[in-house]
Every structure is written in C-alpha cells, then in structure tokens.
T-cell receptor, first 115, second 109 residues
C-alpha cells in the first residue's frame, strides 16, 4: 500500500514553545489530509480536514489558532502546535486520501510531550 | 454522520476465528465501511473495505447484510500478533472519517 511519513516521530518541547509536525505522502498525491489526536487508551479524535490549497476545516472544540494546518502541496501537510502546554501532549496522526483511489493511508504518528 | 458501535473488548485464543461486529444504523447511501487495525503507538493499518455483501482479502473477510446497518469483520485463525484495537469506520472519504471507540482484541496462547 501507499506510504505516509511523519516527522518527527517524537518530540519533547517546553511549555510555551511551538512545534511543527510534517506529514508527507511518499508515493501518492493526496488532495485531502486528516489530522487526528489520540490520548492513551482512547480512540483517534479527528482534529481537522485539510484540502490542498485551501483552508483547513476544524472540528468543533479544536482551536484553529492553536493548531495551525497548512496543506501547500499534494504531498505535504503540516500541523503546528503553537504555544504548547502540557495538556497538548498526545499522539498526533495524519492520513492522506489518494487522488487516484480515494483510499485513506495513515502515517506512523508523532508523539508530542510538552514539559 | 454514521455513528458506529462496537464491543469494547474481545478475548480469543490462538487459532480461533474471531468475528467483530459493528453497528451503523444510519449509514448513508454513499458510505463505505472500512476496518483498521492499530497497535500501540502506531498509526492505523488498513484491513479491508466494503460497500455491500462480502469482501475477502488475504487477511480478513467482511460481511455486510443487505440493509448495511451492520458489518462483521472476520479474522481467520488469529495469532498472538493479532492482539490490537480494531476500528470500524463508516463514511464518505470526502467528508468525514471519524473513529468510533474500537474493539480491543486480546489473543491468548
């Protein structure tokens, strides 16, 4: 199947700083990418849907000014957690929808720890 | 928005067949049914997808009745490495792909 990468795979940052997470579709083009957040022993929670070249659509309760999403190309989407706080510590997962097949492929996730 | 309901957890033994059922009473005409497997600290992995009737691939089968209000993922002869959380997603890929609670499958020796 198609491959989605995330970078970094894990990151530790201090409270108040910003962190950028990259999501790349390595061998397919993705018009739509989804960003999820997952807390321990919980399901994935959809944060936002991003379409290439347009603004992301955020789920209710997700602050768009805190979680900045950019989907500038068909192979790259970024999530920036601004002014991170300990409660933002979580596992962030992205997925891309292949243009050709409409199948969804998930990245390996990024573990964010805010101290 | 089709909500899904799955059992929270299931136990099985190596070599057995496991069937996990997902209820989705308000599935829409354009919705597909997709199952994913997730191991701890990893992204979900695609298992199988279907629209109606039966779909089979090298790892699983998916049974969907005519009314499409439920679906059953069948894993033949599970092994210890199949211990994971299994999610049933129902939706239109262009609109919403929200996860339900998932089913935590534990395979015992």
């Amino acid at each position: 199947g198609a491959v989605v990468s995330q970078h970094p795979s894990w990151v530790i940052c201090k409270s108040g700083t910003s962190v950028k997470i990259e999501c790349r579709s390595l061998d397919f083009q993705a018009t739509t990418m989804f960003w999820y957040r997952q807390f321990p022993k919980q399901s994935l929670m959809l944060m936002a849907t991003s379409n290439e070249g347009s603004k992301a659509t955020y789920e209710q309760g997700v602050e768009k000014d805190k979680f900045l999403i950019n989907h500038a190309s068909l192979t790259l989407s970024t999530l920036t957690v601004t002014s991170a706080h300990p409660e933002d510590s979580s596992f962030y997962i992205c997925s891309g929808v292949a243009v050709s097949s409409y199948e969804q492929y998930f990245g390996p996730g990024t573990r964010l720890t805010v101290t | 928005l089709a909500k899904t309901t799955q059992p929270i957890s299931m136990d099985s033994y190596e070599g057995q067949e496991v069937n996990i059922t997902c209820s989705h009473n308000n599935i829409a005409t354009n919705d597909y049914i997709t199952w994913y497997q997730q191991f701890p600290s990893q992204g979900p992995r695609f298992i199988i997808q279907g629209y109606k009737t039966k779909v089979t691939n090298e790892v699983a089968s998916l049974f969907i009745p005519a009314d499409r209000k439920s679906s059953t993922l069948s894993l033949p002869r599970v092994s210890l490495s199949d211990t994971a959380v299994y999610y049933c997603l129902v939706g239109d890929i262009e609109n919403d792909m929200r996860f339900g609670a998932g089913t935590r499958l534990t395979v015992k020796p």
